[in-house]
Nanobody
Framework: QVQLVESGGGLVQAGGSLELSCAASRSISSINAMGWYRQAPGKQRELVASITGGGITNYADSVKGRLTISRDNAKNTVYLRINSLKPEDTAVYYC????????????WGQGTQVTVSS
């Protein structure tokens, strides 16, 4: 098992930047699939960025170029930097980890709210 705790959200003006952190309760060096999702009011949760153990990243088309996901295995932490924030980025951002064969186990953090004012 792994517990995930997100932090770094807040209220920012459009055009600003934020860096979200996801601290894991144990070593993440063996967790190959970690990602960030977001859920805006009235919308489904969507994957915005993912990173493998080898550092391969993938981004949703809607955010490509503005988001950077990274991981620091020594600190058991995954980061998400969001640049050029837009009001439509307003959402609760969740950290996710998948473990086990065929990624059978999925873990979520409690989420961190990001609100972007225009």
């Amino acid at each position: 098992q792994v517990q995930l705790v997100e932090s770094g959200g807040g209220l920012v003006q459009a055009g600003g930047s934020l860096e979200l952190s996801c601290a894991a309760s144990r070593s993440i060096s063996s967790i190959n699939a970690m990602g960030w999702y977001r859920q805006a009011p009235g919308k489904q949760r969507e994957l915005v960025a993912s990173i493998t153990g080898g550092g391969i990243t993938n981004y949703a088309d809607s955010v490509k170029g503005r988001l950077t996901i990274s991981r620091d295995n020594a600190k058991n932490t995954v980061y998400l930097r969001i640049n050029s924030l837009k009001p439509e980025d307003t959402a609760v951002y969740y950290c996710n980890a998948k473990t086990g064969a065929l990624y059978a186990n999925t873990y979520w953090g409690q989420g961190t709210q990001v609100t972007v004012s225009s």
